[in-house]
């Protein structure tokens, strides 16, 4: 039987579909400095195992919601799941990193699916102020894996080591392939498919040549730019430098994951009241003080894990008041083009977390501040951004 459109179960399986993006991060996180000693392999070719990722995902995002734009979101979806389970067994059985490298790859490519048409789904059913809080809610939700994520992550590395982990991995995606093929219903709008692959391609630069879809993607891809500082960093910086076990490390990300669940639950509760575009601008401003935050404390506190952690949380909080929210207004003129909408939007932000990514995995020596500038200059170029295009957005 398949969930009411528009009813409060779906908008929860969309959001258990989007855990398997954070999923797949987020819980082998603290094996990246184990995955380098039993692959021989060395710190940026281990952590270049999340930027592939990440490009992958992005690469998929060029895909899913075109297609699903044409033929549905629901077989595009259960695909898209599919080719994430198979992916995940790739990556458990990985003899090298090469091997793993290109099964993170195909990873990506699978996950982005979920939350390409995850996204789409909502624009189909929602539009202003109700999508935005739809997508904050399912945010909510989502919110939960980077949180619980890491724990997890962080036994298994103790216990079993870093294949269990995308066995794990396997399971829960395997989970949300059984729930899609049962629950999830069709709600791509009849006739508003474009009739040649060409007319699909071409979406994109209708989509493109829009200043607000520009502006609003240009906040999220920032703000996600800066937060992906510190999932690529954050492992070698606390365990490799500041002293912390897998576990604690765990339990640290845990801490400064913790603010995306205060940041998406605010901007559900007052969204309809403010409207998206000051909902936005407070986020903003969160993400320029945690900037400040994490240079004050790398600067002058003791090399803790809340010395990182507790400003990345006000930082990921941000996050939490301005994605959900940017990411509706950039969908709101799209009624027909949804899915290639999401799926731009998704490229752009995702291309740029995989280049910032790869830089400080690349720069990460014997301090921080290769992790802490990137997300200092994030938050508050996400500031500037919003204040000054002012003139370029529609919503209210």
Same mark, same amino acid.
């Given at each position: 039987?398949?969930?009411?459109?528009?009813?409060?179960?779906?908008?929860?399986?969309?959001?258990?579909?989007?855990?398997?993006?954070?999923?797949?991060?987020?819980?082998?996180?603290?094996?990246?400095?184990?995955?380098?000693?039993?692959?021989?392999?060395?710190?940026?070719?281990?952590?270049?195992?999340?930027?592939?990722?990440?490009?992958?995902?992005?690469?998929?995002?060029?895909?899913?919601?075109?297609?699903?734009?044409?033929?549905?979101?629901?077989?595009?979806?259960?695909?898209?799941?599919?080719?994430?389970?198979?992916?995940?067994?790739?990556?458990?059985?990985?003899?090298?990193?090469?091997?793993?490298?290109?099964?993170?790859?195909?990873?990506?490519?699978?996950?982005?699916?979920?939350?390409?048409?995850?996204?789409?789904?909502?624009?189909?059913?929602?539009?202003?102020?109700?999508?935005?809080?739809?997508?904050?809610?399912?945010?909510?939700?989502?919110?939960?894996?980077?949180?619980?994520?890491?724990?997890?992550?962080?036994?298994?590395?103790?216990?079993?080591?870093?294949?269990?982990?995308?066995?794990?991995?396997?399971?829960?995606?395997?989970?949300?392939?059984?729930?899609?093929?049962?629950?999830?219903?069709?709600?791509?709008?009849?006739?508003?498919?474009?009739?040649?692959?060409?007319?699909?391609?071409?979406?994109?630069?209708?989509?493109?040549?829009?200043?607000?879809?520009?502006?609003?993607?240009?906040?999220?891809?920032?703000?996600?730019?800066?937060?992906?500082?510190?999932?690529?960093?954050?492992?070698?910086?606390?365990?490799?430098?500041?002293?912390?076990?897998?576990?604690?490390?765990?339990? =640290? %990300? &845990?801490? /400064?994951?913790?603010? @995306?669940?205060?940041?998406?639950?605010? *901007?559900?509760?007052?969204? #309809?009241? +403010?409207?998206?575009?000051?909902?936005?601008?407070?986020?903003?401003?969160?993400?320029?003080?945690?900037?400040?935050?994490?240079?004050?404390?790398?600067?002058?506190?003791?090399?803790?894990?809340?010395?990182?952690?507790?400003?990345?949380?006000?930082?990921?909080?941000?996050?939490?008041?301005?994605?959900?929210? =940017? %990411? &509706?207004? /950039?969908?709101?003129? @799209?009624?027909?083009?949804?899915?290639? *909408?999401?799926?731009?939007? #998704?490229? +752009?932000?995702?291309?740029?977390?995989?280049?910032?990514?790869?830089?400080?995995?690349?720069?990460?020596?014997?301090?921080?501040?290769?992790?802490?500038?990137?997300?200092?200059?994030?938050?508050?170029?996400?500031?500037?951004?919003?204040?000054?295009?002012?003139?370029?957005?529609?919503?209210?």
């Amino acid at each position: 039987m398949k969930l009411r459109p528009g009813s409060f179960a779906l908008t929860a399986l969309l959001a258990l579909f989007t855990t398997i993006g954070p999923l797949s991060i987020d819980l082998y996180i603290p094996a990246l400095p184990d995955i380098a000693r039993s692959l021989a392999a060395s710190d940026a070719e281990v952590q270049l195992t999340i930027s592939i990722y990440i490009v992958g995902f992005a690469s998929g995002q060029l895909v899913y919601g075109p297609l699903s734009d044409r033929y549905g979101r629901r077989p595009v979806m259960i695909a898209a799941l599919a080719l994430f389970c198979v992916a995940a067994l790739m990556c458990a059985a990985a003899p090298s990193i090469e091997a793993l490298l290109v099964a993170r790859f195909v990873q990506g490519l699978g996950a982005s699916g979920a939350i390409v048409l995850a996204r789409a789904i909502i624009r189909d059913l929602y539009e202003g102020p109700r999508a935005a809080r739809a997508l904050s809610t399912m945010a909510m939700i989502m919110g939960l894996a980077p949180i619980v994520a890491p724990l997890i992550g962080g036994g298994l590395q103790t216990f079993s080591g870093w294949r269990a982990e995308f066995i794990f991995i396997f399971a829960a995606g395997a989970i949300g392939l059984t729930l899609a093929a049962l629950l999830l219903p069709e709600t791509r709008h009849p006739g508003a498919a474009p009739q040649s692959f060409a007319d699909v391609l071409a979406s994109f630069g209708v989509v493109a040549r829009h200043p607000g879809f520009v502006v609003h993607i240009a906040m999220v891809s920032l703000s996600f730019a800066g937060l992906f500082a510190w999932i690529s960093g954050s492992s070698f910086v606390l365990q490799n430098l500041y002293g912390l076990s897998p576990l604690s490390y765990g339990v =640290a %990300f &845990a801490t /400064s994951a913790s603010g @995306f669940i205060i940041g998406t639950s605010i *901007a559900a509760g007052i969204v #309809g009241r +403010i409207g998206i575009d000051r909902t936005i601008g407070l986020g903003a401003m969160a993400l320029a003080a945690a900037g400040l935050a994490l240079v004050g404390s790398t600067l002058f506190l003791p090399r803790t894990g809340p010395s990182l952690a507790v400003p990345v949380a006000l930082y990921v909080a941000g996050m939490g008041l301005v994605m959900p929210q =940017a %990411f &509706a207004a /950039s969908l709101q003129p @799209f009624p027909e083009r949804a899915g290639a *909408a999401s799926s731009l939007g #998704g490229v +752009i932000q995702q291309s740029g977390a995989a280049i910032v990514g790869a830089a400080v995995g690349h720069a990460i020596g014997t301090t921080a501040w290769p992790m802490v500038l990137p997300m200092a200059v994030a938050g508050w170029l996400t500031l500037a951004v919003w204040y000054f295009s002012r003139d370029l957005r529609d919503v209210n």
